[in-house]
């Protein structure tokens, strides 16, 4: 399948510093990313979609001045955490939407594990 | 906007018996239904999908249902395997908006060999 990939896997940092996690597709090119976080044992929550070359779609809820995305490029979107605290400790997972053949479906990366101490 | 439910949250079988998980979602206008098996710090793996221009789509151990006048769809595995033992979550999609999911809450399959 079609590859997205996450940087970095797993980041640990202290209270009140931002954190960049990367998300790129690696052999297609995305106009539409989308970013998740997951606590544990609980389910995906859609965070914002992330449009190249436009502002961020926050979902209710999602503080986009905490959460600032950026995608820049067809194959690059950004999600930085600023001022992070230990409640925005968790699983964050990007995904692209592949829609040429042989696919039509969405590719999620390997995930970002944040801790915040 | 889209809500989808998910049962059960936690499924036990035994080896080799058929697992059955059930999601049923609210906007009408969703039209594409994806299964994730997802493993511990893993991230989803698509097993199945359906869009509501078919009622049932099967890849051989794999099924997926789709009951676009009650709104929920299926997923059913057969002849369980050890290794089906994972988290799945259904999904849901409506057109626009750049394809987003909606996701349910998961559901825990253990399969006891």
């Known amino acids: 399948g079609a590859v997205v990939s996450q940087h970095p896997s797993r980041v640990i940092c202290k209270s009140g510093t931002s954190v960049k996690i990367e998300c790129r597709s690696l052999d297609f090119q995305a106009t539409t990313m989308f970013w998740y976080r997951q606590f544990p044992k609980q389910s995906l929550m859609l965070m914002a979609t992330?449009?190249?070359?436009?502002?961020?779609?926050?979902e209710q809820g999602v503080e986009k001045d905490k959460f600032l995305i950026n995608h820049a490029s067809l194959t690059l979107s950004t999600l930085t955490v600023t001022s992070a605290h230990p409640e925005d400790s968790s699983f964050y997972i990007c995904s692209a939407w592949h829609s040429g053949a042989p696919y039509n479906e969405q590719f999620f990366g390997p995930g970002t594990r944040l801790t915040v101490l | 906007g889209e809500n989808v439910e998910q049962h059960p949250s936690t499924l036990s079988v035994q080896e080799g018996d058929s697992a059955v998980i059930k999601c049923t979602y609210s906007d009408s206008a969703s039209n594409y239904f994806p299964w994730y098996k997802q493993e511990l710090g893993k991230r989803p793996q698509l097993i199945i999908d359906?869009?509501?221009?078919?009622g049932e789509k099967k890849d051989q151990r794999i099924a997926v249902t789709l009951n676009k006048t009650a709104k929920h769809f299926s997923l059913h595995i057969t002849e369980t395997q050890p290794e089906d033992s994972a988290v799945y979550f259904c999904?849901?999609?409506?057109?626009?908006?750049?394809?987003?999911?909606?996701f349910g809450a998961g559901t825990i399959l253990r399969v006891k060999s």
């Open positions: 999904a849901a999609s409506r057109p626009g908006g750049g394809n987003k999911l909606v």
């Open positions: 992330s449009n190249e070359g436009s502002k961020a779609t926050y």
């Open positions: 359906i869009r509501s221009n078919v």
